[in-house]
């Protein structure tokens, strides 16, 4: 069974709402998680302390990611997980606001497999969700990533 | 007339060329040379020493050269160091600053020579002096501009990174709220709007009016900052690829409707395709914006080529604008009418100025009410390039 959670990594509790709003009234083909830092986004997906349980907290087809966070940045959370043997299979897209070039290169640097902007009208908002949500969680193939199965 | 034969060489006597030296040497102004005893009396002097030093010659001949030089360099015993120096590496080179007449100081470049007879015998000195002061001006001058460029160079580097941060914050920091404001305002209409009356729903309806205007107020406003920092280069552009891209855009966003004729051929430019792309979509747009309710707008796009220069007319038939408008509808954030008639955050024509300036263009309009506008700017022709690789379509994918 291919896995349909996406962890959304986001402090900004109406980025929240909206992304939540969205995946609820398209009824969008994932199911949400939020980690609100850096150090719970690494806590989340190491499966450390309530983590642990993968029933509740399933590892994700995707990471959403945002950059600018409280504690361990996008930058940090991103360099971490890609160096993780097959936990860094895991797709990351960038989520933020910044268009800056030097942002989009050092992500792509650091192993993001997609940067996008963040838009400020939220029908904008709702197609790039169901494109999202639609090419990582239905169409892309996913990785492996049980440690005991290669 | 045949010239009359050389004097044979053997002919010149010692006397001859002295005689011709000392005319040459008694005429340079451009250099005082002048002769000093082994003691440092002067000897001999030329018009050029006169003309720098002030002296005449029956005031100076006599005497101690040390005279030439500021008082505390006398105190030194400066004067009696040189020549003894120059007596003993045969010739010495100086440059500092000596006295004139008139007490005044000048900057000088100045060589002694010592002269000895067949013996190896002292008999003198040859000093030959240069009035540096104004060479000696100009190059303090240079060095002092020179500083004061690259202090500005450092400003200016610390006053765009300023800015180029503060565009960071502006479309990072001030769009998460506004993006919070419209979801939520948008979710209130979605979810509540049962619940709200027709006045209710208004109210909200303004909140994500205004929250949409912010936003491309802040599109807008970075684009016009992005303008005026960035690195421009140009390059050759061809204006019908461009104006048919800024059609697409155009109708696009306001629907295949919109009647927009465009006469070709239209011509190469040079230019930055990026920058010209947006520039044409700002006219274009508001070329369709500005017509009397009711009437559909119709924009005609030609140009022509004058001076080595294309220029592209953007033509409607609209409401027009009265020539004392003329310069100030390109300045940002000037508006001729309200936002509840014509839509807009009045920067679209700035960016248009500043985007034809970087390119070293020019914009301007021809109007009056009611007669339609027709906008027009202007870009150095295409240069012919040696070869066709440089050629690159506006922004192709």
């Known amino acids: ?150 | 007339m045949s010239d009359p034969p050389p004097r044979p060489f053997a002919a010149i006597t010692v006397e001859d060329l002295e005689r011709t030296y000392q005319r040459m040497i008694s005429g340079v102004k451009e250099y005082a040379i002048f002769m000093l005893d082994p003691k440092g009396h002067v000897t001999s002097w030329n018009a050029g020493a006169e003309r720098i030093k002030g002296y005449r010659s029956d005031e100076i001949l006599g005497k101690h050269f040390s005279v030439f030089y500021p008082v505390e360099d006398q105190k030194s015993g400066k004067p009696a160091a040189e020549l003894e120096r120059a007596a003993r590496q045969g010739a010495l080179e100086d440059e500092d600053w000596r006295v004139r007449k008139d007490g005044s100081l000048f900057w000088a470049n100045v060589i002694i020579t010592a002269v000895r007879d067949d013996n190896g015998e002292l008999i003198g000195f040859t000093k030959v002096t240069r009035d540096l002061t104004s060479r000696r001006e100009m190059e303090q001058q240079l060095r002092t501009r020179a500083q004061e460029l690259e202090r500005q160079k450092v400003q200016l580097q610390e006053s765009n990174e300023a800015m180029e941060a503060f565009t960071y914050s502006i479309s990072h920091d001030l769009r998460a709220p506004l993006r919070g404001m419209w979801g939520y305002a948008s979710a209130l209409l979605e979810d509540y709007s049962n619940t709200l009356d027709s006045t209710g729903r208004q109210y909200v309806q303004s909140i994500v009016d205004g929250a949409a205007r912010m936003d491309a107020l802040i599109e807008d406003l970075l684009a016009y900052s992005r303008l005026t920092q960035a690195q421009i280069t140009v390059g050759p552009v061809s204006l019908s690829h461009v104006v048919a891209k800024a059609v697409d855009q155009i109708r696009e966003r306001n629907g295949e409707s919109a009647n927009i004729q465009v006469i070709e051929p239209l011509g190469e430019v040079e230019a930055h395709a990026p920058t010209l792309l947006q520039v044409i979509v700002n006219l274009l747009s508001n070329a369709l914006k500005f017509v009397t309710p009711g009437s559909a707008a119709s924009v005609r796009v030609h140009s022509e080529i004058s001076n080595q220069n294309v220029r592209l007319w953007v033509e409607d038939q609209g409401i027009g604008i009265a020539p004392e408008h003329h310069q100030r509808i390109f300045q940002p954030f000037e508006r001729l009418h309200g936002i509840e008639s014509y839509p807009g955050t009045g920067i679209g024509l700035a960016i248009v100025r500043k985007g034809v300036e970087r390119m070293h263009g020019r914009v301007g309009l021809e109007s009056a009410p009611g007669q339609g506008a027709r906008f027009w700017f202007e870009l150095p022709q295409r240069r012919s390039h040696g070869n066709g690789s440089q050629y690159r379509l506006a922004g192709g994918r």
């Open chain 1, 1 to 150: 069974m291919a896995a349909n959670t996406v962890l959304l990594v986001e402090d900004n509790p109406s980025d929240v709402f909206i992304v939540q709003r969205t995946f609820q009234k398209l009824q969008l083909p994932g199911s949400l998680q939020v980690a609100a830092d850096g150090d719970e986004a690494v806590a989340y997906l190491s499966g450390s302390g309530r983590y642990a349980d993968r029933e509740r907290y399933p590892l994700p087809a995707l990471v959403l990611l945002d950059l600018k966070l409280p504690r361990r940045s996008g930058f940090e959370v991103l360099e971490w997980l890609k160096a993780q043997p097959i936990l860094g299979r895991v797709p990351v897209v960038v989520f933020t606001s910044s268009r800056q070039p030097s942002d989009i290169n050092r992500a792509y640097d650091h192993g993001a497999n997609s940067y996008l902007v963040k838009t400020v009208n939220p029908r904008d908002s709702e197609d790039l969700g169901r494109i999202l949500c639609h090419y990582w969680v239905k169409c892309n193939q996913q990785p492996d990533l049980d440690p005991l199965a290669s």
